[in-house]
Antibody
Framework: EVQLLESGGGLVQPGGSLRLSCAAS????????MSWVRQAPGKGLEWVSA????????YYADSVKGRFTISRDNSKNTLYLQMNSLRAEDTAVYYCAKDQAEVQGVIMEYDYWGQGTLVTVSS | EIVLTQSPGTLSLSPGERATLSCRAS???????LAWYQQKPGQAPRLLIY???SRATGIPDRFSGSGSGTDFTLTISRLEPEDFAVYYC??????FGQGTKVEIK
């Protein structure tokens, strides 16, 4: 059974940093691209970042480019999102999501999602 | 960036009725790269349809997707109580539509 379990969310002041983790199980982690997708309270879904299975290719939304860094440790079956220079508009539930297709690149078609972790940026 | 516009914003229907949800793209989208998700309150999204018309694993056949180019449709043939939720379309850019809420009339 595929499971994705996010952690690391919490309350942080504007300008602060936070690192999210997503522990994966039930599939060959290194064979699949992974993404972070967020959802502000009461709002829709917004893609944040994606990484290929090998970790060699990464992609970012313009809204987080230069502030967030996606990475993965395939030996630990874990996905990360390092978030720096956080702003109030980064407040959201952050989901990790698994690509459906086992390909070298990144498709961004998500067949499994974690339960999400809430990040609140406020003073 | 491709913008996806979903309509209507809210659809008020009764169980057993047919639901037709629209997703319009600001420019042509490859049919291979259009998906639909369902999200219930407090839950993560669930993949329903990928490649515009292929049902994801375990999705009932009352859900169907169609369309090409800039116009795509999700149809729920007969609404079950568990189908009342918010539905999002997504192109693999990726961008998401703003969502359509299907509520009980």
């Amino acid at each position: 059974e595929v499971q994705l379990l996010e952690s690391g969310g919490g309350l942080v002041q504007p300008g602060g940093s936070l690192r999210l983790s997503c522990a994966a199980s039930g599939f060959t982690f290194s064979s699949y691209a992974m993404s972070w997708v967020r959802q502000a309270p009461g709002k829709g879904l917004e893609w944040v970042s994606a990484i290929s299975g090998s970790g060699g290719s990464t992609y970012y939304a313009d809204s987080v480019k230069g502030r967030f860094t996606i990475s993965r440790d395939n030996s630990k079956n874990t996905l990360y999102l390092q978030m720096n220079s956080l702003r109030a508009e980064d407040t959201a539930v952050y989901y990790c999501a698994k690509d459906q297709a086992e390909v070298q690149g990144v498709i961004m078609e998500y067949d499994y999602w974690g339960q999400g972790t809430l990040v609140t940026v406020s003073s | 960036e491709i913008v996806l516009t979903q309509s209507p914003g809210t659809l008020s229907l009764s169980p057993g009725e047919r639901a037709t949800l629209s997703c319009r793209a600001s420019q042509s989208v490859s049919s291979s790269y259009l998906a639909w998700y369902q999200q219930k309150p407090g839950q993560a999204p669930r993949l329903l349809i990928y490649g515009a018309s292929s049902r994801a694993t375990g999705i009932p056949d009352r859900f169907s997707g169609s369309g090409s180019g800039t116009d795509f449709t999700l149809t729920i043939s007969r609404l079950e109580p568990e189908d009342f939720a918010v539905y999002y379309c997504q192109q693999y850019g990726p961008t998401f539509g703003q969502g359509t809420k299907v509520e009980i009339k």
